[in-house]
């Protein structure tokens, strides 16, 4: 079974559902199956899909009650002798036939309107009589303003998030490699204490021990610095238990034999051992970047100062930052949401094979 | 090139400078040291890591709990015995919050109690119902599986953010609902229906991952026991309740464990979400203990340590109780 992830879009829904299992008959519990899929598929994807098609109206249509299912924008029309472009609007005129007509200003439930191919000649339009003219219309420049908006201080967040990801998830990978080699294919006394202080840490959940961790990283002098974010993290019992289960499907000889060659013990782990655990390193890569790239609380309570913020609390804060700008605020979102919705659909099945052997282990 | 294969490419080349460097001086290590402490060495970073973010801070917190005023240093705070544990438990009635000193401590444990067993109870009937689902024969299993495993790839304040904007006064689902003909409401604003969103957003986010687990369990669950139960012609219900939940009960204990001990942990979704309110109506353990440690002044960290060895112990009693009770369970 192969997992595109996509539907091909070929089959239309209704033979999608129709096809028949094997050469049985459908039951009811087919139809039941494919009804609660459906159901759970709109549940679980329309919301980010409301959020990124919001994201791309103006903040007129954002404010709309109803909101309006596509991004929808007035249309406006250069009219001579005005500088800005007026909006459009049809207008019911008493003799009951539709006109269209730029309007100028309004006055409460009053309206100035001109006749575009006549802009010399004002009309008073009672609100009530006209609708404006809309077109379908994507807002680019959220996405415009907000990288381009307040000095382009996104992208510092950008870069903070990144940085911490990306560093953390090498001195992830490589610690608890290390640790996973030493713990798998070396016989010592003390090998057990080692094993169990360190899958102890699992039993530890991170919310219990916020003071202390506060305290250890304020007197490494590291509040407010992305090393503060960094520190904490880095040695995940998982990491190291899944890693220790790979490499003990290595075969010992492998090393012995490079050990006659005299080649020294890192070079064995680095050369030999790491390798040969890549699957295994893939996974708790992805886990790191994952979890590292979408922290909040131990962020929160270390980066106290805007400039070392990463996305996420630049997001969780946005709203205080400019009153609320919700098409800034939508844009934002989406972006931040977005990385991991594209690294999603290639490594779906390394995440699921991991999760599953760990949750299952 | 395949995905794994730039994956490892491009992580040999971030590593491979270093690594340049690591190996002469690792090699010297080991002359200094000798093959038989090699594997100390291979274990002293990740150790100590372990040792001063884990281990360390577990004494350090008991230290804080029992040690008073608003310094943040162990040397600068003077001992108080169990002054902390005594505001935390001065209560005239504990079934009245308002009754206490800390009131908000005896209102975010109210809420941890309610949230957690509705939260998991529902976590592990829509997981399982999803796996169940996506475990039969049908057309598009990846897709599906994609579909409910998304949002698990969220961030939390992405998840509050868009759930936010679909609940607000304009949301689109007051948007719906107006659209039906009904009255639309404030949902964040009462503190029932701001708690049933809470759960119910919670569970969007994390179901996937249990789903994922519990499917792992029921395709290892093998065939032929399928295959003798259809030749008994056995009903799609007695097949679920008397070959696959029992054959499930392993598995569904590990995702029982582990959703209790996320869910306890709720944090970033509700913070950002509704912050705790209305009032304190979502306000869970670990907000508290932010809240009181690190949010208002003066920071009174022992009461926030207090709290979270409180936290600490009922989960690790929790987790205990389960494994003693599976032991014995599978002993029959």
Request: net charge positive; charged share 15%; aromatic share 12%.
């Amino acid at each position: 079974m192969t997992d595109t992830g996509l539907v091909r879009s070929g089959a239309s829904v209704t033979d999608f559902v129709l096809r028949r299992r094997g050469r049985k008959k459908r039951d009811w519990t087919d139809w039941l199956t494919y009804l609660y899929l459906l159901i759970g598929m709109v549940i679980m994807f329309t919301p980010v899909l409301w959020v990124v098609v919001s994201s791309f109206k103006t903040p007129a249509n954002l404010t709309e009650f109803p909101p309006t299912l596509l991004p929808y924008a007035a249309e406006t029309i250069m009219v001579d002798g005005y500088d800005n472009p007026l909006p459009l609007f049809d207008v019911v005129t008493q003799s009951g036939e539709t006109v269209r007509l730029a309007q100028l200003r309004r006055v409460g439930i009053q309206a100035q309107m001109v006749d575009p191919a006549n802009p010399t000649e004002r009309i008073t339009v009672p609100v009530a009589n006209a609708t404006p003219v809309r077109q379908v219309y994507l807002a680019f420049e959220n996405y415009t303003n907000l990288l381009e908006g307040s000095g382009g201080q996104i992208w510092r967040h950008v870069f903070n998030s990144l940085f911490i990801t990306v560093v953390a998830t090498i001195i992830t990978l490589v610690m608890n490699s290390m640790a996973a080699f030493a713990l798998s294919k070396y016989r010592f006394r003390g090998s057990n204490v080692a094993l169990v202080s360190i899958l102890a840490t699992l039993m530890i959940p991170a919310t219990v021990v916020l003071v202390p961790t506060y305290m250890i990283v304020a007197q490494l002098g590291l509040v407010g610095n992305l090393w503060g974010v960094i520190l904490p993290t880095v040695a995940t019992p998982t990491g190291v238990f899944l890693l220790r289960q790979y490499m003990l499907t290595i075969p010992d000889e492998l090393i012995e034999a490079a050990r006659m060659d005299h080649a020294s013990e890192w070079r064995i782990f680095w050369r030999i051992i790491l390798p040969l655990s890549s699957p295994a390193l893939a996974v708790v890569a992805i886990f790191s970047i994952l979890s590292r790239w979408n922290d909040f609380l131990l962020p929160l309570v270390v980066l106290t100062r805007r400039e070392s913020y990463t996305l996420q609390l630049a997001l969780a804060s946005f709203q205080t930052e400019y009153g609320i700008r919700y098409e800034i605020l939508l844009a934002m979102t989406t972006l931040t949401a977005l990385p991991l919705a594209f690294a999603f659909i290639f490594l779906q099945r390394y995440i699921t094979s991991g999760i599953a052997s760990t949750g299952i282990k | 090139m395949s995905v794994r294969t730039q994956f490892a490419s491009s992580a040999a080349v971030i590593l491979a400078l270093p690594a340049r460097l690591i190996e002469p001086f690792m090699s010297g290590v080991q002359k200094l040291v000798g093959i038989k402490r090699m594997p100390w060495v291979f274990l002293a970073p990740n150790l100590t890591a372990v040792v001063l973010f884990a281990l360390l801070p577990v004494f350090i917190n008991i230290f804080y709990s029992v040690s008073g005023s608003d310094r943040l240093y162990p040397w600068d705070r003077p001992l108080v015995g169990g002054a902390n544990y005594q505001t935390l438990f001065d209560c005239g009635n504990y079934f009245d919050p308002s009754t206490c000193s800390r009131d908000l401590f005896w209102r975010a444990l109210g809420n941890t109690m309610v949230f957690v067993p509705i939260q998991v109870v529902c976590m592990i009937v829509v997981a399982l119902l999803t796996a169940l689902c996506l475990n039969r024969d049908i057309r598009g299993r990846g897709f599906f599986r994609g579909i409910f495993f998304f949002p698990v790839m969220l961030s939390p304040v992405v998840v509050a953010l868009t759930w936010q904007w679909i609940l607000q006064r304009n949301g689109a689902l007051n948007g719906l609902i107006s659209y039906v003909g009904l009255t639309p409401v404030n949902w964040l604003v009462f503190p029932n229906t701001a708690f049933f969103w809470s759960v119910f957003i919670t569970v969007w986010a994390h179901m996937g991952f249990y789903t994922i687990i519990l499917l792992a369990g029921l395709q290892a669950i093998p065939r032929d026991v399928y295959e003798a139960a259809r030749m008994d012609s056995a009903t799609p219900t007695r097949v679920f309740f008397k070959i696959t939940l029992p054959l499930l009960k392993p598995v569904l204990l590990v995702v029982f464990i582990l959703a209790v001990i996320r869910s306890v942990q709720t944090f970033d979704e509700l913070y950002v979400l509704t912050g705790g309110g209305p009032g304190s109506a979502t306000m869970l353990m670990v907000q508290y203990i932010y809240e009181v440690g690190f949010a208002s002044q003066p920071r009174n960290f022992g009461l926030a340590a207090a709290a979270s060895l409180l936290l600490g112990l009922a989960l690790l009693i929790f987790t205990g109780i389960q494994m003693r009770i599976s032991r014995g369970g599978n002993n029959d």
